[in-house]
């Protein structure tokens, strides 16, 4: 990974892709004030210095499905050829490495109870050296999805921001559905969500006044949105953790709501089981995060009880990228 630290000019560039990830770079440009030749240029940089990719997702809950968040304490030997056996189904998503090598956390999407139960009720539990399963179901999203950390790191002013954000999505007009013709779309943007209308095209057969109409009303409802990867070290984020929280329900939507706010968090839900609240913050380093967990989180009321994991590593972001030997 390139060494060099990221700019105003680069920290810019992440947020506008945040507030739109498919605008145009010549947009990009007039509202910064560089050229268009300038953006591609730094975009093509920040995909080395900072992991940049834009990944198109789908809001599963629109289609009445749910997402489940999977712990698995298993013996170190087998926590990382666990961790990549699940990073090769296409129903799991974020795949960490937590608790010292002996915990495989990952957020899976299935598309089906069938799907559900066959790798929670049996083949996880028939996996050897795997100690103990729990699932979490995602009750409610207070940040995450479409709102992402990039939306926190104030890099351009009101200005900027106001001319760089897209309309919000409309509400549907009827039940979100995706027919053959979307999957092959989303399937395309979920490897490069900055693919071009002519690629598009190419990929899936459909002609290009097909593909922008389906593109726009996707994105309209708020059906389909756009991930910014990146590393986090290169924004001088350098611990991750999962905070699981204990909270007395009336509370809950209170707690919720204050977490979205705070800059360390990157991700907050409602979630089932006995810590009823999840929370992954990025901060600068250990003393950040306990000083995180002793003043914002023992500020707020109703926090009963907060169980901490640290992030050694990540093995699949959405999309799962073997690591190179």
């Known amino acids: 990974m390139d060494s060099r630290p990221l700019d105003a000019l680069d920290l810019k560039l992440m947020q506008a892709l945040q507030l739109d990830a498919r605008a145009p ?15 591609a240029r730094r975009m093509r940089r920040l995909r080395t210095t900072a992991g940049l990719r834009v990944v198109g997702i789908v809001d599963e809950s629109r289609l009445g499905r749910a997402t489940w968040i999977v712990r698995m304490r298993c013996t170190p030997d087998v926590a990382e050829q666990l ?49 103990s399963v729990s699932a979490h179901c995602l009750l409610h999203i207070f940040y995450g999805g479409p709102l992402g950390w990039l939306d ?16 919000p999505p409309e509400p549907p007009d009827s039940p979100d559905t995706l027919d053959a013709d979307d999957e092959a779309l989303v399937a395309v943007l979920r490897q490069d969500g900055r693919a071009t209308y002519s690629e598009l095209q190419s990929a899936t057969g459909q002609s290009e006044s097909a593909v922008k109409r389906r593109l726009d009303r996707l994105c309209s409802s708020g059906l389909l949105y756009f991930d910014i990867q990146h590393d986090t ?37 409602a ?15 250990t003393g950040e995060l306990y000083a995180y967990l002793s003043e914002k989180i023992g500020a707020l009321q109703g926090v009963q009880s907060v169980e901490t994991t640290l ?3 990540q093995v699949k972001q959405l999309t799962y990228e073997p690591a190179q030997r």
């Open 271 to 285: 979630i089932t089981g006995q810590a009823n609240l999840v929370v992954s913050v990025l901060c600068r380093g």
């Open 25 to 39: 770079y010549n947009r990009i440009g007039d509202v910064l004030g560089v050229s268009d030749q300038t953006v």
């Open 83 to 131: 961790a990549n056996a699940l990073a090769r189904r296409p129903d799991t998503s974020y795949i960490d490495l937590i608790s010292g090598g002996t915990e495989v956390l990952c957020a899976m999407r299935p598309r089906s109870r069938k799907d559900r139960d066959e790798l929670l009720f049996d083949r996880l539990q028939r996996t050897p050296r795997v100690v």
């Open 311 to 313: 992030t050694l590593r």
């Open 152 to 167: 926190k790191i104030q890099a351009l002013d009101a200005a900027e921001e106001e001319a760089l954000r897209p309309p």
């Open 233 to 269: 070290e290169p924004f001088g984020q350098g611990v991750g953790a999962m905070l699981w929280l204990s909270v007395a329900p009336a509370a809950l939507a209170q707690v919720g709501e204050a977490l979205g706010e705070h800059r360390e968090v990157r991700f907050a839900a």
